[in-house]
């Protein structure tokens, strides 16, 4: 059995892991390369496989970076299934009908550009034969994905329906456990349950190290602090222009409104969802209440937890542009979460120099984004090719992250370490031999020293289409 690790190596995108075993090939998540246009589009196309020798795709959860690339599988005729949460499956309808709209504008863009054709990396037909491949099956059942090999999702606490994988590889009377991390959230995270590490006895884990240099601020403070920095806008007659994934964050961030709103912590100003995508994954989620947190006092008491009086949504293009022209205070979340594509752009544009608005940082910022230009204060930001002066305040929120820091991630992983049955003859506590995925390299090279340090003496952040055998 070898696994070769095909994406999100040494970086945090195109999250794409291929596992070879008894002569069947699995990927595990299919995701987009993000950055600089240049660099990823010719990334994005080139498959690290031939799409006939793929027996199947376990799919971690919805976000682009990876599942993003499935739909490239369906245009080269992939017809095997594709594994995954039913909450991931309802979410990739949308967001992957979204990614081909953003490839056709792309490839449209370029060819007027170029003045040659240019074909998108996809088109709407090619994502809705990846969402009829989508089998989706539930937490903590364990489903048979090829001749010996069955997998387990358990909640990774990080979007509705993220997983973590575990894949159980038998052959010739020998087993292998192999635990993929996805992307892990955090405790305590709006609506979605906490992250359940899978039971134990791995002998190799793949775990995410987006940031595993980072220490956050306890999930707790972030509603208060998104209290302050709308209450203080607000009073300075300003907006929140907050670039947020429409899928997850912009979910959380209605539901923390709302509950300030109950509580009478925010001032009465109305708050734009300005994205289609958004209200579209909004509609997924009140789809999948049998898998919100029950212990939270919202989702007891509250039907509809993203309708309350100060909350538009706004579908059409003509209303998100009519908002340039609206007077006082108000909160607008709109995509990318990066702030390198969608409407966002245009409220960046016109609202990014004037010092009574804040721009809101919620997420993670991959380098060479706007939005990490903007986290880093820099003086001028460029928007549709003109240069705007970054004069807005810039707020980060760090607690809203979706991904655990690097205790949560060490924690994380001694649970599946120390939890669960332990397969004969291995001793309780025998450390798995770990490497490190989804993250850039800083913070993977620190991250590898506090592990070994921890009591991991395997421990490796393997680079590009490195191939390990078990
Ligand atoms: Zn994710
Ligand atoms: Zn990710």
Redesign the pocket.
Known sequence: MDIEFAGAAREVTGSCHIVRFNGKTVLLDFGMFQGRRSETRAKNAALPLEVREIDAVVL??A?I??AGRLPLLSAKGYANPIYCTAATRDLSAVMLADSAHIQEKDAEFLARRNKEAVLPLYGMRDATRAVDRMVGLPYDTTFDVVPGMRATFTDAG??LG?ASITLDCTEGGTRKRVVFS??IGRNGLPIIRDPKPPAGDADVVLLESTYGNRDHPPVAGARDQLARVVSETAARGGRVLVPAFSV?RTQELVYDLHILAREGKIPEIPIYIDSPLAIDATTVFAMHPEIFDQTEDLVQKVQDLFKFPLVRYTREATESKALNAQHGPMVIIAASGMAEAGRILHHLAHGASDPRNTILIVGFQAEHTLGRRIVEQAPVLRVFGDEIPLRARVEVLAGYS??GDRHELQRWLDSVRDGGPRAEGRAQGSAPDIYLVHGEPEAQDAFAVQLRDAGYPSVEAPVPHRKITL
């Open positions: 971690s959860h976000h970076d990876h990080h979007i993220s996805g992307d997850g979706a991904h």
